[in-house]
């Protein structure tokens, strides 16, 4: 009986994906500044040993989390038919993966985390500019809406304006359609015409 009521040994995909519910459902209720090993592990029915051996920071823990939520959004590209419309689709999904206490969170975790945990953060933003390239940006060119090659620091810039305005602006001032009027569509669809040779 005993052996019969003990929980089955769950796979390692099962256990990430514990530890990913867990965390996002942590940072959804209290944020980063409540975020502890004990709850985490307490939710995703694991040891804080377990915990410690994949995640050694509390900030190593919420990125793994956040990391697995993200590529959720990248599963398939949007496909509306636009590339306006696939950049409002591609951003109202990542709103959707933002813990209600975004800032704080993001705050929290920027200022604790140690100087390779930035770089692993720095290496994340280039994941997610491929992603951009590969789910809006080769899409729209296949449509005929972008011409040529886009400069990587242009995709990245859509993640720049992302977390600066989850940093620093209310969250009732937060409007995609101003970045992607305004900012992302001038600047993905700029053509400029080949130089010129000199006539004179």
């Known amino acids: 009986m005993v052996a ?21 459902d942590e940072l959804r209720e209290v944020g980063f500044a409540g975020l502890t090993f004990e709850s985490v592990a307490r939710r995703a029915e694991l040891s804080k040993a377990v915990l410690y051996r994949r995640h050694p920071t509390r900030v190593s823990l ?39 206490s975004g800032a704080a969170t993001f705050r929290g975790l920027v200022g604790e985390a140690t ?6 953060v720095a290496v994340l933003m280039g994941t997610r500019a491929d992603d951009i390239e590969r789910c809006i940006i080769e899409p729209a060119r296949q449509r005929g809406e972008i011409a040529g090659d886009i400069p990587a620091p242009v995709a990245k810039l859509l993640f720049i304006l992302l977390r600066d305005q989850t940093l620093f602006e ?29 006539q004179h």
Do not use: C, F
């Open 62 to 100: 919420a990125l793994a989390g956040l990391q697995e939520a993200a590529q959720g959004i990248y599963a398939e590209p949007p496909m509306t038919g636009s590339l306006r419309t696939d950049l409002l689709a591609w951003l109202a999904a990542a709103d959707a993966q933002v813990p209600p």
């Open 170 to 198: 209310p969250e009732s001032d937060h409007s995609h359609t101003a970045i992607v009027d305004h900012i992302l569509l001038p600047l993905l669809t700029a053509n400029p015409s080949p130089a010129q040779p000199d």
């Open 4 to 24: 019969s009521a003990r929980r089955a040994r769950r796979t390692n995909v099962q256990v990430t994906a514990a530890i990913t519910t867990a965390v996002l």
């Open 115 to 120: 100087p390779t945990e930035l770089e692993h």
